[in-house]
């Protein structure tokens, strides 16, 4: 909605009604967690739309009454074994290396 306050043309596309249903599942998610390794850009574009998400939420429920029921839990990666979490925890922080540290925090590892 930003960019079309800026006076710029915005397009949405999609691959038809097919997809709808998909599209109404997945409309309140923006997954941050593990997106853009190898892509600083994309991590820190991905962070910031989950940033500003509720900003475009309220403002969607002010313009039509329609509460999109955003909701920014977080998420929970399970890694079987030592071996999955060492993995894991190495590419979290490559992650970190190569955007910066953003706001982005490493996960406490927790194992039985």
């Not at 599942?25 to 600083?40: I, N």
């Not at 991590?43 to 509460?67: C, H, N, V, Y």
Request: glycine share 10%.
């Amino acid at each position: 909605m930003a960019i079309a306050r800026a006076g710029l043309g915005v397009a949405i596309l999609d691959e038809g009604r097919h997809c709808l249903s998909r599209l109404a599942r997945q409309f309140r998610l923006v997954w941050v967690q593990s997106k853009g390794l190898g892509a600083p850009h994309y991590q820190r574009w991905t962070r910031r739309s989950a940033e500003e998400w509720p900003l475009l939420a309220a403002e969607l429920g002010e313009k039509t009454g329609i509460d999109v029921g955003l909701e920014q839990k977080g998420g929970v990666q399970l890694c079987l074994g030592e071996a999955e979490l060492a993995k894991r925890r190495a590419m979290m922080e490559r992650m970190q290396a190569e955007a910066g540290n953003f706001r982005l925090r490493l996960p406490h590892a927790r194992s039985r």
